[in-house]
């Protein structure tokens, strides 16, 4: 090849690449959210440095890959001369629905032992935490013999037989269309007639769940959502599960596989990272504003905890010390020029983006208004409101987007004015620890925030509703004052004592141990399965 060979995207995907196929390497990697810097030791340039685009031949690692064809297109790049996806380049193939069916249906006629198994689905290959999640669950599964597990996970670069010797269990590769986003492109393999095998009551209870799912064409969307349904229908015929751990809890694959649980009186339950940094969050209705205790806050409120609150203490120091589950972040020259012209006479507010992208929920919809918000339909909508409070009392105000590997979330063009410092890669501790009051929809940093014993003005529905640990807002017009009383009163002695109770309650009966390498251990441990002490509380 005359061209160099590059790599556009520095996650987890291009990770794996390197991983999973040592002996190709990249000349360095393109990423249109970097300045200068490296990755895994190869420098990363931004798409605004490089002038000779002929010279070379780009392999786009990362799901967003229409957004990036449609840049290369626009410098008169040709797929498949200068550049092509990650799976094209390593010739990987995905199964369809269909044949992922008959794979599975083989299996477990050559294995019959792994029959009404605990089933998992999670994408530990492609998380922001992989090796850890990895590690989690293969010492859950261990934990829980002679009880199998299986797991059905997005693998992407691996091949199956390379994933079920790194979990020590069978781990299969689901069908594309089960990670779809409501956005991007994706075939539809209409080798059958799903829709001659739905039921009219399976039809409606489709487009019940469509009702609170984006997308951008709703026939399109109702297709792949018929098939991901068709899909798991299948799935657990098969493998007739024993119970289900489910990740996540927005996307369409997560309600579809909670359904069919629910309907075969299967124990299910939601797993994601726990509020509190370190730990995993296991949940029987659903995550942050779906789960037990952000919709029945009393269960946990009424339940005592023998955990002291020196240990607490102790573990929001370490948490705040080691600066546990910080996340993925750059130092940048643009995000230092940006917080430089902070006024530091004035009182600075923090907004952490809430990522509406990746959740695809319809904010239209009665859903969103129960479980994410009923103040906003947006995180946009949320920033420009409160800016346009930090403008008229003369307060910074600081605002950092999700991370979104799509970058969907972010502000653009004329929408965020003058009075908004933006942000993109900078640390997330040091913002909260520069900052007055956060203010927040729903996100992991809310419980952050309350570790640094900083005030939190609450705009959306999330495990800490009705806990008296932040300033929970319920209407448009307490914004202000909410957010004044939160600057005059700061974290109150109150607030605190309730938040080290709700910390004590949730590594008790809530939070298991992510078991990750550290000095300090706190939640659940593994020996424990999460569908026992559903069944404690």
Not at 15 to 44: A, H
Not at 83 to 90: C, H, L, N, P, S
Not at 428 to 447: C, E, G, N
Request: proline share 3%; charged share 25%.
């Amino acid at each position: 090849m005359s061209q160099k060979l590059v790599y556009w995207g520095t996650g987890n995907i291009s990770k794996m690449c390197l991983e999973y196929y040592p002996n190709i390497r990249p000349s360095f990697f393109i990423d249109s959210n970097w300045g200068t810097g490296s990755f895994y030791d190869l420098q990363v340039k931004n798409p605004n440095t490089i002038e000779n685009w002929s010279d070379l031949f780009i392999v786009i690692v990362t799901t967003v890959f229409s957004e990036i064809e449609n840049i290369l297109k626009g410098k008169g790049l040709i797929k498949g001369k200068h550049y092509i996806d990650y799976k094209g380049f390593f010739e990987i193939s995905n199964k369809t629905a269909k044949e992922n069916i008959v794979y599975l249906e083989k299996f477990i006629e050559q294995n019959n032992e792994y029959k009404n198994p605990i089933l998992i689905i999670a994408p530990v290959f492609l998380s922001r935490l992989s090796k850890d999640m990895i590690h989690f669950f293969k010492e859950y599964a261990l934990h829980r013999l002679p009880q199998k597990c299986v797991m059905l996970s997005s693998l992407e670069v691996v091949e199956e037989t390379y994933a079920q010797s790194i979990m020590g269990y069978p781990t299969i590769d689901m069908p594309e269309i089960c990670k779809w986003d409501g956005e991007r492109k994706i075939d539809i393999y209409e080798d059958h007639n799903i829709m001659n095998m739905l039921e009219k009551e399976e039809e409606q209870w489709i487009c019940n769940l469509e009702s609170r799912m984006v997308c951008r064409d709703r026939k399109l969307s109702y297709r792949i959502t018929a098939e991901i349904y068709w899909y798991f229908k299948n799935v657990f015929d098969i493998l007739q599960p024993k119970k289900v751990c489910i990740w996540g809890g927005w996307t369409r694959t997560s309600h579809i596989i909670a359904e069919f649980a629910k309907r075969n009186n299967i124990p299910y339950g939601f797993m994601e990272h726990g509020w509190i940094p370190g730990t995993f969050q296991f949940d029987r209705r659903g995550i942050a504003g779906q789960s037990e205790y952000a919709v029945n806050p009393e269960r946990i409120l009424n339940f005592h905890t023998k955990i002291k609150n020196t240990e607490i203490n102790r573990i929001r120091d370490y948490i705040t010390a080691n600066k546990i589950d910080t996340g993925k972040f750059r130092e940048t020259e643009e995000d230092e020029r940006k917080i430089l012209t902070l006024d530091s006479r004035k009182k600075t507010i923090f907004f952490v983006g809430m990522d509406d992208y990746g959740m695809g929920i319809n904010p239209q919809s009665e859903y969103w208004k129960q479980f994410v918000c009923s103040v906003f339909s947006s995180t946009l909508e949320a920033v420009s409101f409160v800016a346009e409070i930090c403008k008229k009392k003369n307060w910074n105000f600081i605002f950092k987007p999700h991370p979104n590997p799509a970058d969907k979330n972010k502000l653009d063009g004329d929408y965020k004015g003058n009075s908004i410092i933006q942000v993109r890669h900078m640390e997330i501790d040091r913002l909260i620890q520069i900052s007055d009051v956060v203010v927040s929809i729903a996100s992991a940093v809310d419980y952050k925030t309350l570790i640094y014993g900083k005030p939190l003005v609450q705009l959306g529905h999330t495990t800490l509703f009705r806990k008296g640990c932040s300033y929970e807002v319920n209407d448009v017009n307490e914004i202000e004052q909410k957010m004044e009383l939160a600057l005059k009163c700061g974290m109150t002695a109150e607030q605190n004592k309730n938040f080290e109770l709700h910390m004590a309650q949730l590594l008790e009966n809530y939070l298991w141990d992510d078991l990750t390498e550290r000095e300090l251990h706190y939640g659940l441990p593994v020996e424990k399965d999460f569908f026992d002490m559903e069944n404690d509380i």
